[in-house]
């Protein structure tokens, strides 16, 4: 498609290039251009290279590994946008992390995503683009207008190609039980729900009961991140005990921290399937991931609210 006029601009922070080049080649545009670097004392530099006055400015950066780092490049090129004259300012987030720090669950502790999404607004951004937030409630943290997007079209279009016999759609937790519902709808599917309890703060959980029958069946285990898969491997083990066959997976974003890539690698998981909201190193690849593109998704969003049309329609 090519954009009536240039008043759309798509700039790049160092986080995810790859995917804001597929973005800007979905919208038919080029990137942006911008210096972005370190100095060498650990200071990072932002320089807008063209021209952005009263311009329609989408800044894409994912909150990826190192994501203070990456956190800071952004509000660094929001002021900078800002100091520019752009004419309006949109983060582009496709993950937002400290997603899981949405409320006060022990005593004298932050709320990071409200502390992440104030420090956004006073940078510059005029509004908020993103893709499954881990907790909606986060979209009323800001007092700018924020867009959420769902990877969950792309993941269930996935498998209803691959056309699996006699599978169960299951939540790996309550909190993810509502998407993994709407997943099921669109697979024609029955749901099951596994409880767990998370251990602490440490990135553990134990899996505790599964809701649903899912015995002699194919499961497609659903949540919206996978970090260190934990809490993957103990849904995997109890729907194994539980008379499961095949096993497969799927997320929106496949942060996989720590060990999370090879304890998929050496599970019995068939196929984890998840977007490219965060990049994905070539060491961390295998046979058993399969990753789907967002980029449609984000440049037609871009696309919509640049021209001032609805993108929930896209979803209906």
Do not use: W
């Not at 200071?43 to 990456?70: C, G, H, K, M």
């Not at 299951?170 to 909190?175: E, K, P, S, Y």
């Not at 099921?184 to 009961?209: H, T, V």
């Amino acid at each position: 498609m090519q954009l009536r006029n240039d008043d759309l601009k798509v700039f790049a922070g160092t986080a995810h290039e790859q995917l804001a080049r597929d973005v800007c080649s979905y919208l038919n545009i080029s990137v942006g251009e911008s210096n972005v670097f370190k100095f060498s004392n650990d200071n990072t530099f932002v320089q807008i290279s063209e021209n952005v006055r009263q311009r329609d400015v989408f800044l894409i950066q994912p909150f990826a590994y190192p994501v203070n780092d990456n956190i800071m490049e952004l509000l660094i090129m929001l002021d900078a946008a800002k100091r520019a004259s752009a004419g309006r300012i949109t983060a582009v987030i496709p993950y937002y992390a400290y997603g899981r720090t949405d409320k006060k669950d022990q005593p004298r502790v932050p709320i990071t995503a409200r502390l992440v999404a104030d420090l956004l607004s006073v940078a510059g951004a005029d509004r908020v683009l993103t893709v499954d937030l881990h907790a909606g409630q986060i979209q009323g943290f800001f007092n700018i207008p924020v867009d959420e997007l769902t990877g969950l079209p792309l993941l269930s279009r996935y498998f209803a190609d691959k056309a699996l016999d006699n599978v169960v759609v299951v939540a790996v937790d309550i909190g993810i039980s509502k998407r993994a519902r709407d997943m099921a709808a669109k697979l024609g599917a029955p749901l099951a729900i596994i409880e767990k309890r998370r251990m602490g703060n440490a990135d553990s959980s134990e899996s505790l009961n599964i809701i649903g029958d899912v015995a002699g069946k194919t499961a497609i285990t659903f949540d919206d991140e996978i970090d260190t898969a934990g809490s993957l491997m103990n849904a995997v083990d109890a729907l194994k005990e539980a008379g499961v066959g095949d096993v497969y997976s799927c997320c929106t974003h496949g942060v996989l921290s720590g060990p999370g890539a090879s304890r998929v690698e050496q599970s019995s998981i068939k196929e984890l399937v998840m977007t490219d909201t965060l990049p994905l190193s070539t060491e961390k690849r295998d046979g058993k991931i399969t990753v789907l593109s967002v980029a449609p998704l984000l440049g037609e969003a871009i696309r919509r609210i640049h021209e001032g049309l609805s993108v929930g329609a896209m979803f209906e």
